[in-house]
């Protein structure tokens, strides 16, 4: 069974960097896009990154690249969205899903709040 | 960027009716390869979105038949035949053609 976890969302500070995880089990990571899409609350999905299988490009919109990084360990099975210099208008629910084009299957999601 | 556009429906709906959902983009979202790269989702209260289309108009695995999609290049509709109670939420349009990869607002659906 296909699944992915994420982790590491929390309360931080404007300015702050975090650290969110994507754990994937029940198929080939090494061999599967990864992206990451955020919801802020009440509104409509995102797309914020994409990684490609080896993990050798990277793709961002305008709204937060130079921003976050987006990153995957393929010997652990585990991608990773760095997020620094956190606004608060990046508030939102951060999901992790796979393959490329399309997401075929999600996280259940990790809320990151971005207050003073 | 492509702005996709998703039109609205006359909520509540009465179970057991036919609805259309309709989706607009601004750019043809068909590829050289024959394909159409427009997905479609379904995120019920509380949960996760779940692809329920992709390629316009190919189910995704364990979908009920009562969806289907169809479209040309930059108008698409994903219809759902006698909606059901579990079919309620909010359902998006995705362009997969070129980065960055844009959603629609999303089309709620509510039930009588």
């Known amino acids: 069974e296909v699944q992915l976890v994420e982790s590491g969302g929390g309360l931080v500070q404007p300015g702050s960097p975090l650290k969110l995880s994507c754990a994937a089990s029940?198929?080939?990571?090494?061999?599967?896009?990864l992206n990451w899409i955020r919801q802020a609350p009440g509104k409509g999905l995102e797309w914020v990154a994409s990684i490609n299988p080896d993990g050798s490009s990277t793709y961002y919109p305008d709204t937060v690249k130079g921003r976050f990084v987006v990153s995957k360990d393929n010997a652990k099975n585990t991608g990773y969205l760095q997020m620094n210099n956190l606004r608060s208008e990046d508030t939102a629910m951060y999901y992790c899903a796979r393959k490329g084009v399309l997401f075929d299957y999600w996280g259940q999601g990790v809320m990151v709040t971005v207050s003073s | 960027d492509i702005v996709m556009t998703q039109g609205a429906l006359p909520n509540p709906v009465p179970s057991g009716e036919s609805v259309s959902i309709t989706c607009r983009s601004s750019?043809?979202?068909?590829?050289?390869?024959?394909?159409?790269?427009l997905n479609w989702y379904l995120q019920r209260p509380g949960q996760s979105p779940q692809l329920l289309i992709y390629?316009?108009?190919t189910r995704a695995s364990g979908v009920s038949d009562r969806f289907s999609g169809s479209g040309s290049g930059t108008d698409f509709t994903l219809k759902i035949s006698g909606v059901e109670a579990e079919d309620v939420g909010v359902y998006y349009c995705q362009q997969g053609l070129e980065f960055p990869f844009t959603f629609g607002s999303g089309t709620k659906l509510e039930i009588k």
């Open positions: 750019k043809s979202l068909l590829y050289s390869d024959g394909k159409t790269y």
């Open positions: 029940g198929f080939t990571f090494s061999s599967n896009w």
């Open positions: 390629w316009m108009s």
